[in-house]
C-alpha cells in the first residue's frame, strides 16, 4: 500500500537525520516492521480531497463552507492551534473567521458572541477554544452552543447521538483517530484497545468509538485513568494503544507488546538544551524505546495533531452540506 510505504521510508529519513550510523543501522533494522502512522501525508491528501469538494458545492450550490472560531484570552497554546485552524482554512478555500478576545471578557460576553454565532445564517460551525480563562464556566458555554453548528461534537447532544451509533459531529481527535485507522487499514476487529486517560474531549469519546459496531470499532475496550491499578499491566495487554494523559514520555516500552498498534495524543513541550528554542515537542509516549516494538505508531508532531485539525475541518464540510442535521 503506498501510503504505508511511504510512511516507513519517511520514518527512515527522518531518524537518519538525529543519529550516527551504526545507531541508526541498528534502529532500522529494529523498525523493520514498524510503520509509521503519518499524520503529516495523510492530512494534506484529506484536505486535497476537501478542496476538490469546495469548488463542486461553490459551483453547484454557490455555496463555501464557513467556520468561525471564538478564542478567548492569550493561552500560548491556543493560539498556536487556533491559527493553524484557521489557516488549514485558507488553504482549502474555506472561508473563517476568528473572534479574539481579551482574558478579562465576562462570561455573559462570551455567551453573547455564541448566541450571534447560532443566528448568523452564513456560519456552518463555529469552535470556542478551550480551555477557558477560569472565570468562565465551559460547561455553561459548550451548552450554549446550537449542537447543529458545534463541529467540536463537545455538545452532549452530539455525545450522546455518537454514544447511540446515530449521525452526529464527531469529537475532532477520535474522528481524527478513527480516520487515520481506516486509511491506513488497521485492523481493529476483536482487538483489544487499552486507552490511557479518560477526558471528555479524548479518552472517554475514543473509547466509545473503537468499541462500537462495525469498522473502525468492534473492540474490547479498556479505559485506564489515574485510579487504574497496575497500568503498566493494563497497557501490556493491548493490541491497540490509545494514550491521552497529558504527561510527556508517559508510556513506556516494557508496557508495550510486541506489534501492538500505538496512537500517541499528547502534545508536550519539554526543555531540550540542544534546540535554538531550548525546547521541543513530545507525545505521551516514549517514542524513541516504543517504536521499534510497534506495528504502527504515530510521531509527536506530525501524527494525531494534524489529524484534529483535518476532522474539524470534515466536520465543517458535513455542516455545510448539512449532511448531520437538517
Ligand atoms: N482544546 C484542546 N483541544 C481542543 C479542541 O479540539 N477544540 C477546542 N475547542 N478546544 C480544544
Known amino acids: 500500500m503506498m501510503l504505508t510505504e511511504r510512511a516507513t521510508i519517511d520514518s527512515r529519513n527522518w531518524r537518519a537525520g538525529c543519529m550516527n550510523e551504526p545507531d541508526f543501522a541498528t ?4 523498525i523493520e516492521h514498524m510503520q509509521l502512522l503519518d499524520g503529516k501525508l495523510l492530512s494534506e491528501n484529506i484536505k486535497s480531497e476537501l478542496a476538490a469538494e469546495v469548488d463542486l458545492l461553490r459551483e453547484r450550490k454557490g455555496k463555501i463552507p464557513h467556520l468561525a472560531a471564538v478564542l478567548v484570552g492569550e493561552n500560548p497554546a491556543s493560539q498556536v492551534y487556533v491559527n493553524s485552524k484557521i489557516r488549514s482554512c485558507e488553504q482549502i478555500g474555506f472561508k473563517s473567521t476568528l473572534i479574539r478576545r481579551p482574558e478579562d471578557t465576562s462570561e455573559p460576553e462570551v455567551l453573547d458572541i455564541i448566541q450571534s454565532l447560532n443566528e448568523d445564517p452564513d456560519i456552518d460551525g463555529f469552535i470556542v477554544q478551550l480551555p477557558l480563562p477560569k472565570h468562565i464556566n465551559e460547561e455553561k458555554v459548550t451548552l450554549a452552543i446550537d449542537h447543529r453548528k458545534d463541529v467540536d461534537g463537545f455538545h452532549p447532544v452530539n455525545f450522546g447521538r455518537m454514544a447511540q451509533g446515530l449521525p452526529a459531529f464527531l469529537p475532532a481527535t477520535p474522528y481524527g483517530i478513527v480516520e487515520m485507522m481506516r486509511r491506513y487499514n488497521i485492523e481493529t476487529s476483536g482487538k483489544h484497545c487499552v486507552v490511557v486517560g479518560r477526558s471528555n474531549i479524548v479518552g472517554t469519546p475514543i473509547s466509545i468509538l473503537l468499541s462500537r459496531k462495525g469498522y473502525p470499532g468492534d473492540c474490547t475496550v479498556t479505559l485506564t485513568h489515574s485510579r487504574t491499578k497496575d497500568l503498566p499491566a493494563e497497557v501490556r495487554r493491548a493490541d491497540i494503544v490509545v494514550a491521552a494523559i497529558g504527561i510527556p514520555q508517559f508510556v513506556k516500552a516494557d508496557w508495550v507488546k510486541e506489534g501492538a498498534v500505538v496512537i500517541d495524543v499528547g502534545i508536550n513541550r519539554i526543555p531540550d538544551a ?14 524513541d524505546a516504543v517504536a521499534p516494538k510497534c506495528s504502527y505508531i504515530t510521531p509527536v508532531p506530525g501524527g494525531v495533531g494534524l489529524m484534529t485539525v483535518t ?10 452540506k448539512k449532511e448531520i442535521y437538517q
Open 27 to 30: 534502529f532500522a533494522r529494529q
Open 311 to 320: 476532522a474539524l475541518l470534515m466536520n465543517t464540510l458535513k455542516a455545510c
Open 274 to 287: 540542544s534546540k535554538k528554542s531550548g525546547a521541543r515537542l513530545v507525545g505521551d509516549v516514549d517514542f
